[in-house]
C-alpha cells in the first residue's frame, strides 16, 4: 500500500493540515480555527479533528497514515517535542506537544520542527529550492523568520533553534526588535517594520502621500507603502529603499555564511513584486564582494500558503520511524 504523510502547519489563526502520498501528491488538505488564546488541550483538539477530517477527505483511517508532520513556532526543544514558549500561543509554557498530539492520534509518530524550517523545506523538496541542495530562505512578514538546507539536509544547531535569520543584527546598537536585541534585520526590513518606519517618519514631519492614509485608517501597512512607492511617493521610494539595502545585507551575511546556490524569500511582503526583488538584488551586487563573481540566485517562493503542509509532511516521510 502507498505510504500516506500528513504535513501541519499550526498558526496562530488557522490550523492548515494536509494529507499525502510517498511522492508528495497532496491528497486532500483542511483547515480549522486554532484559538490559540485557550488551553494546550483544546488547541490539540483542534488539530486533531482537523487532521482527522484531512484523512477522511482523503479516503483513509489515522491508522492508514505512516508519520505526520507538524510546524509550530518556537522557541521549542524540538528534539524532544517541548514547546518551552511562543509568542503568539500564551498558554504554551514546556508543553510537550509532540506528545500530547500523538496520544490524541493513536499513538501515531510525529515529527515536530519550527514552522520556518517546514516552510523552508518545502519549498526545497517543492518549490523554488527544487533541484539545488544549498538553499536559504526568508519569510517576511510580521517578523523575518528563516531556514537553511545545506548539502540537502536542514540546519537545526545544537538545540534545534538554528537559522532564526531574521535575528542577524545588521546595525549594532539600532533599532530595538521584538526580541529584545539591538539592530536585528528584522527590526528594519520585516513587512510591519517597513509600515512602523514610515509611521515614524511622518509622525516626525516628513512629507508624503501616505500621511493620509495615516489619517484616515489610523495606521500604515506595508501594502500601503508599496502601493505609494509605484505611485512615485519619495518617503515611500525612502523607506522600501532602506527595506531593501537591509534585505540585501542579510543576504550578503548568510551568502558568506554557508554559501547557498538558491536565496528563497517568501511571506506576504513579496507581493510587492519585482520592485522589491530587483533592488534586493541591486544593492546586493553594489555591496557584495569583487573577489569572484557570485552566482547565487535571488528569487521568490513559488508554493504560496502550501508550504508548510508539505515541508512538514517531507520531513515525516524522511524521519525514520
Known amino acids: 500500500m502507498n505510504e500516506i504523510y500528513l504535513g501541519i502547519d499550526l498558526g496562530a489563526t488557522f490550523i492548515k493540515v494536509g494529507c499525502f502520498d510517498s511522492k508528495l501528491n497532496l491528497l486532500a488538505k483542511t483547515s480549522a480555527l486554532t484559538e490559540a488564546e485557550k488551553q494546550p488541550k483544546v488547541i490539540i483538539d483542534n488539530i486533531a479533528e482537523a487532521t482527522e477530517q484531512a484523512v477522511a477527505k482523503a479516503g483513509f483511517s489515522i491508522n492508514d497514515v505512516s508519520a505526520i508532520g507538524l510546524g509550530c513556532p518556537g522557541p521549542a526543544k524540538y528534539s524532544v517535542g517541548i514547546i518551552e514558549a511562543a509568542p503568539n500561543f500564551p498558554t504554551f509554557k514546556n508543553t510537550p506537544l509532540r506528545q500530547m498530539l500523538s496520544d490524541r492520534l493513536s499513538g501515531k509518530t510525529i515529527v515536530l520542527e519550527n514552522d520556518a524550517n517546514v516552510a523552508c523545506f518545502g519549498e526545497f523538496v517543492a518549490g523554488a529550492g527544487k533541484g539545488v541542495k544549498d538553499m536559504v530562505f526568508f519569510t517576511l512578514g510580521t ?45 528594519y526590513a520585516s513587512a510591519s517594520n517597513t509600515a512602523k518606519r514610515a509611521t515614524e517618519a511622518i509622525e516626525a514631519g516628513e512629507k508624503s502621500t501616505l500621511k493620509k492614509v495615516l489619517d484616515e485608517k489610523g495606521q500604515i501597512t506595508c501594502k500601503d507603502v508599496y502601493d505609494h512607492l509605484k505611485a512615485g511617493d519619495e518617503l515611500a521610494k525612502k523607506i522600501t529603499d532602506e527595506t531593501a539595502e537591509a534585505l ?56 504560496g500558503e502550501d508550504a508548510g503542509i508539505i515541508g512538514s509532511a517531507a520531513l515525516a516521510a524522511e524521519t525514520p520511524v
Not at 536542514?154 to 529584545?180: K, Q, V
Not at 557570485?294 to 521568490?300: M, Q, Y
Request: glycine letters at 14%; a neutral charge.
Open 143 to 187: 517578523g523575518i523568520g528563516g531556514g537553511i538546507v545545506s548539502e540537502g539536509k536542514l540546519l537545526r544547531g545544537s538545540g534545534g533553534n538554528a537559522a532564526e535569520l531574521g535575528h542577524i543584527i545588521i546595525c549594532p546598537d539600532g533599532r530595538l526588535c521584538n526580541c529584545g536585541q539591538k539592530g536585528c534585520a528584522e527590526a
Open 248 to 303: 540585501a545585507v542579510l543576504c550578503i551575511n548568510v551568502l558568506h555564511t554557508t554559501e547557498p546556490q538558491r536565496i528563497v524569500f517568501a511571506g506576504g511582503m513579496i507581493a510587492a513584486g519585482d520592485i522589491l526583488l530587483n533592488r534586493i538584488k541591486d544593492y546586493f551586487n553594489e555591496q557584495i564582494w569583487k573577489l569572484k563573481k557570485e552566482t547565487v540566485e535571488i528569487c521568490f517562493a513559488t508554493l
